[in-house]
């Protein structure tokens, strides 16, 4: 590995989960103007919308959007191309 090309300045920091409100703990280097305590610790918090708690590939919950028939449009046009 080349030297000093990687940050030195690696510390816990609180990410949160914004949909499900789950919080975790785990070293970072991205600056953060908020912070939280856990277990009367002070950690910097960082915000996120999506994490492998509320992503629908990781908890098996995965839903189809169809908006105004989106989907089924685009089965009917494309859909069985490779069908003969």
């Known amino acids: 590995m ?9 510390r816990p ?3 949160k989960d914004m949909s499900n409100e789950d919080v ?6 991205i600056n953060a ?3 939280i305590e856990i277990d009367g610790v002070t950690y910097p918090l960082i915000k996120i919308e999506i994490s492998n708690t509320s992503h629908p ?3 098996g919950k995965a ?12 089965m009917s046009r494309y859909g ?3 069908k003969k």
Request: aromatic share 16%; net charge positive.
């Open 80 to 82: 069985n191309r490779n």
């Open 63 to 74: 839903k189809l959007v169809d908006t105004a028939g989106r989907v089924d449009k685009f």
């Open 13 to 15: 920091v609180a990410f």
């Open 33 to 35: 103007k908020e912070s």
């Open 24 to 29: 975790f703990i785990t070293r970072s280097t």
């Open 57 to 59: 590939f990781y908890t």
């Open 2 to 10: 080349k030297k000093g090309i990687h940050p030195e300045n690696y």
